[in-house]
DNA sequence: TACATAGATGTAATCGATTACACGAAAGTA
DNA sequence: TACTTTCGTGTAATCGATTACATCTATGTA
């Protein structure tokens, strides 16, 4: 119903010029003090609401930024997402949620339709490292659209991230069941060619060196992130000739898998075997029987990937500024892993 | 780096206007099967990218909604955004996200903003029915942009709603709780001043009546969504002179944290008392003892309320069709409530 | 041959806001 | 008095794409 008011229809309400309209709602200093407060008056009156689309299309900035990640029905995602968002609503900006669902092809569409979109940065968790065809991320660098990785992140020359210290998480956890006295710990380990996974991979690892243990490949288990994963994780571990006593899972839903299956073969935890997850997701604190797990402050990735953002969107300047953020992880003990 | 590559690019180097050029990319029927041809081929030589601003701008169309919810880290507003983005996704709209934590101001401040965006409709859960400053919504509704209430719905003419029978999922529980054996059903209230819950409170008293139990008002307990106020809650009801043996809650962490209480008073469940939660929360399901709830169907409540939207986007009518679809809610009953 | 018609393309306005440049009037300076 | 500044506004181009209308050419028809 309502006339869609311009600045125009203010300039011929009160026979003045667009342009001066304009430089008088924009504070410009060459404005008469009584022409600025008659047009603002008249603004407010009739109702003016700025036109953001012209805005954008005369500046170049949209102020929206684009957020990828593989779904946002996760825990984790959402609360980085909520970090995001509350960092950059003060500053203007929109947040537009896109979602690959783990495809590489819906992360390059998802890429080239948010730089259509004239997003002023995108911030994102990779979806496949191994990802060749990123004729789209070059097409984002070569448009000099700020990216930031969280999370999930991709050695790109010159793109900042922020992700967490995966492989002190591992560390820190295998040293923790070592320290309850587990003697063969076994590993549930995600997607290799991500980083954070072999990170965390790596991280066990190494606490196993450095604490006199062998390290067996036969403990090492790959899974998909999935409660029925860890189950069948479990089904094969204790087939093995020497079945370890303690899991260390990438995956909160695989180490529920896992607790699952040992439960159902009445085998104790944590008397006999100690599990512990990562990812701190809400359920290993709420279950009967805790479970142990390391958190990765999603809520301040959120926050301090909009921060990166935020410092390289003003930067004229075509010196990249490369920023690798590492956030501490903070491994949460529980009932899953405490013998004492 | 790489210029951006306009239509008036492709046409210098062609020797033809704009005109044309834009012509041949829509497909315009009175082209030149030859040009379209030549211009579809060099437009892709020089990587020719529409500017979606100056298609916003000149059709008034962004290809943005907004979706406005009190907070995206709850896995059912999430799971409700990833339905609304898959459906419109392919539809090529983008989505923006919104946070009010419950603020009717902020609220207003982003009904403002999105319209303020050019977005092309906004799909909402309401955060106040109370909310009187509604000059946010008039100024929505006099824009003509689609507006969609989803689960928080509020009484506006002409507006649709995609929610669920509330009422249904309040009395199919409590019949579940009284069908088991349970006398004395208490009720773990929500802010009555939004419908859903009062709606989950009538279920639940009409239930009670419909099958000759008395309803006493000292066994409705309000309470936030979380697990402390599930304990104090508890707290209360057992002081009462006649304590109730079972407890319908409006929110499953609320009913977690009463189930937490009474385990911590060595009360059995579900042997001498019953509890049922709503929304399936996924620990719920997760827990050794997994909780009874009712869910929601998030996925396909957001799907629904992208579909209302695409239908009345593209109707240039004035007439507003206001559409209500209420989908039936889904009792899982589990453990915490199985006495058989 | 003369004229209507269809086909292909060009011209220019439009969406709404910003801004470099131009211009006239008032005020300051010598 | 004559000339330079300063101040406040107007003029018009610009961002990139779309599209009503105009124009021109080639073809069809009587």
Redo the contacts with the bound molecule.
Sequence with gaps: MSE??????I?EKL????????????N?????????ELVIKTAAAMN????K???A????RSNNIGVIVPRIDSNFFASVIRGIEEELHPHGYQVIICQTHESPKRENENLYTLIDAQVDGILMSVTDVTNENDGAFRNVLEKNVPLIFFDRSKHIDGVSSVTINDFKGGYLTTKHLINEGCRCIAHLSGDQSLEIFKNRFLGYKQALLDNGMIFKEEYVIPVKSMVEAGKEAVDILLQLETPPDAIFSSSDFAALGAIQELKERNISIPKDFCVAGFSNEPFTKFMELSITSVDQSPLEMGKMSARVFLEQVDKTDTIKIEKKVVLAPELHIRKSSSKN
């Design positions: 869609k008011i311009t600045i125009y229809d300039a026979n003045i010029t667009a342009a001066t309209v304009s430089r008088a709602l924009n410009n200093p060459k404005i008469k003090e009584s022409t600025r003016y609401k700025q036109n689309l012209a805005l299309l005369k500046s170049g």
